[in-house]
Nanobody, 124 residues
Framework: QVQLVESGGGLVQAGVSLRLSCAAS????????MGWFRQAPGKEREFVAA????????YYGDSVKGRFTISKDNAKNTVYLQMNSLKPEDTAVYYC?????????????????WGQGTQVTVSS
């Protein structure tokens, strides 16, 4: 089992920045990448970003490109999501996930482990 713990969410105004963290208890052979997804009320879970542990290759959803940056600290088994220029439509519960062994970084089914989520609310 892998435990993932997210932190850093909160209530902010539009235009400001926020950084989320996700600490993994350990890495497994199948944990090729770490991803961030978000889910707003009444909507499907949406891909936000992903990063591979080894090469640090990054992937982003179209709605966050240019505003969000994913990064990692291999020594701490931690990934970060730097969110800049936040908009009210970024409001959601943000989840981190570990997996990616089959390369399906953009899809929830591509991940084996999930955190409990952290709420991000952006007011206008």
């Amino acid at each position: 089992q892998v435990q993932l713990v997210e932190s850093g969410g909160g209530l902010v105004q539009a235009g400001v920045s926020l950084r989320l963290s996700c600490a993994a208890s350990r890495r497994t052979y199948s944990s090729i990448a770490m991803g961030w997804f978000r889910q707003a009320p009444g909507k499907e879970r949406e891909f936000v970003a992903a990063i591979t542990w080894s090469a640090g290759t990054t992937y982003y959803g179209d709605s966050v490109k240019g505003r969000f940056t994913i990064s990692k600290d291999n020594a701490k088994n931690t990934v970060y999501l730097q969110m800049n220029s936040l908009k009210p439509e970024d409001t959601a519960v943000y989840y981190c996930a570990a997996g990616g062994a089959d390369g399906r970084y953009y899809y929830p089914i591509g991940y084996d482990y999930w955190g409990q989520g952290t709420q991000v609310t952006v007011s206008s």
